[in-house]
């Protein structure tokens, strides 16, 4: 599909890796190449969690290619499937991401790995939003960042386009764990693992409850969440995983989720 990206399958699980030297910077070609495989991702009911990470050791993802842009790549408001890199504006994406951040995390790089649920990253990964310097606007880090920080930092980061080491990023949160380099990516596959063998029905439903309930009073969420208005919720409680969780609670064994 596209030179610059590899996946590979093992079980449910989906590995992402950006591969595009030096910096692993995302042309329009590779953003609509990663958009068919999250969308292929989320409609596949055998895969139950994603990891996206970047080649090599020192670019996770230095976001938009400008290089590419100044060559003619313009920005035509087509990113593909699932907007720029695939993920930050996939609808109904309802099953968890990790983030495994392998060094440089900037511009577009950040706007993809604050589109995952889970953000872990080696010990001399750096975070910026150097978009300011150039001219333009870091459209969804303007919107998310500022929701998953203080805001304070959050506007620094928008306004000056300053670094965060990673140490900075794991204390204002938007990092979970910092890792050893070799680490990494074995702790992207725990942590999939782990996700792999949970209930992919709950974790459908935290994902819409989150996701739709961003932006509503906390009364009126609960409500739809109560009345069965989210659609992953409805499925949930009608559910054979559901039946299945109480059942195995009261046999003391661990429960056997099928996804329906």
């Not at 495989?37 to 993802?61: H, N, Q, T």
């Not at 050893?180 to 996700?195: G, H």
């Not at 996701?211 to 919720?233: H, S, Y």
């Amino acid at each position: 599909m596209n030179d610059h990206i590899r996946t590979r399958n093992d079980g449910g699980v989906l590995e992402v890796v950006i591969d595009r030297p030096k910096a692993n910077a995302i042309d329009l070609a590779t953003s609509r190449a990663m958009g068919l495989i999250f969308r292929d991702f989320r409609d596949d009911p055998a895969l139950r969690v994603a990891i996206v990470s970047g080649a090599g050791e020192k670019f996770f993802c230095a976001g938009w290619d400008l290089k590419a842009a100044a060559a003619g790549d313009a920005v035509d408001g087509d990113y593909g499937v699932g907007g720029f890199g695939g993920l930050q504006e996939l609808r109904d994406l309802n099953k968890p991401v990790i983030c495994a951040v392998n060094g440089i995390c900037c511009g577009g790089g950040l706007e993809i790995a604050l589109s995952a649920d889970l953000i872990i990253a080696t010990e001399h990964a750096t975070f910026a939003l150097p978009e300011i310097r150039s001219g333009t606007v870091a459209d969804a880090a303007s919107i998310k960042l500022p929701k998953r920080i203080p805001y304070h930092i959050a506007m620094d980061m928008l306004l000056t386009g300053r670094w965060l080491d990673v140490d900075e990023a794991h204390r204002w949160g938007f990092v979970n764990e910092v890792l050893p380099t070799e680490r990494l990516m074995e702790r992207a596959w725990e942590l999939a693992r782990l996700l792999e063998s949970g209930p992919p029905l709950v974790y459908a439903a935290i994902k819409e409850i989150v996701r739709e309930a961003e932006g509503l009073p906390f009364q009126t969420a609960m409500n739809k969440i109560t009345k069965r208005q989210f659609a992953t919720v409805d499925r949930l409680y009608a559910s054979e995983d559901q039946l299945e969780g109480a059942l195995a609670f009261t046999e003391k064994r661990n429960p056997i989720w099928k996804g329906q």
